[in-house]
């Protein structure tokens, strides 16, 4: 098991780690984007469904740590049916509080990765399906690489 995991000690990232929530492809009328982290070799690709301005549907699909795959399978569970102004919101909020420390009442169980801001070489993990996401919202690429971060 990861050092990290054990040290935050977060049953909420291992049981989504183990049964990941809205996993597998969406097919039809939909915007995917490939994340892929090859600091620790995560790859996620995230799917979502844009339909009358909500998160119609979100899921995920690839291999990664448990930070990496516990983040995206909380993401999905979390952002899904939301509007797209607010999943927008959640994004950015969410990678305030693991670069930053930002607390946000916004997140709700998504802070349990707010620990993940001790460990530098991690945050990529937990970013990763984000950064996929907002990307598949934005229709800005089909890829994101957490190499072009900042
Ligand atoms: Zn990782």
Redesign the pocket.
């Known amino acids: 098991m990861d050092d990290l995991v054990r040290e935050l000690y977060q049953e909420v990232i291992l049981d989504h780690y183990r049964h990941p929530r809205n996993y597998g492809r969406v097919e039809n009328d939909v915007r995917s984007v490939l994340g892929d982290?090859p600091?620790?070799?995560?790859r996620i690709e995230v799917f979502a469904k844009v339909e009358d301005g909500r998160l119609a549907e979100i899921r995920f699909e690839g291999s990664?740590?448990?930070?990496?795959t516990a983040s995206a399978s909380l993401m999905t569970e979390h952002l899904k049916g939301k509007s797209v102004e607010e999943a927008l919101a959640m994004i950015q909020a969410f990678h305030d509080m693991v670069t930053e420390g930002v607390k946000s009442e916004r997140l709700g169980p998504l802070q349990v990765f707010e620990g993940v801001r001790d460990y530098p070489s991690?945050i990529?993990?937990a970013v990763?399906a984000w950064h996929a996401l907002k990307a598949a919202i934005l229709e800005q690429s089909e890829t994101v690489t957490t190499e072009a971060d900042e």
């Open positions: 982290n600091l620790c070799g995560d990664g740590c448990a930070i990496s991690r990529k993990c990763l």
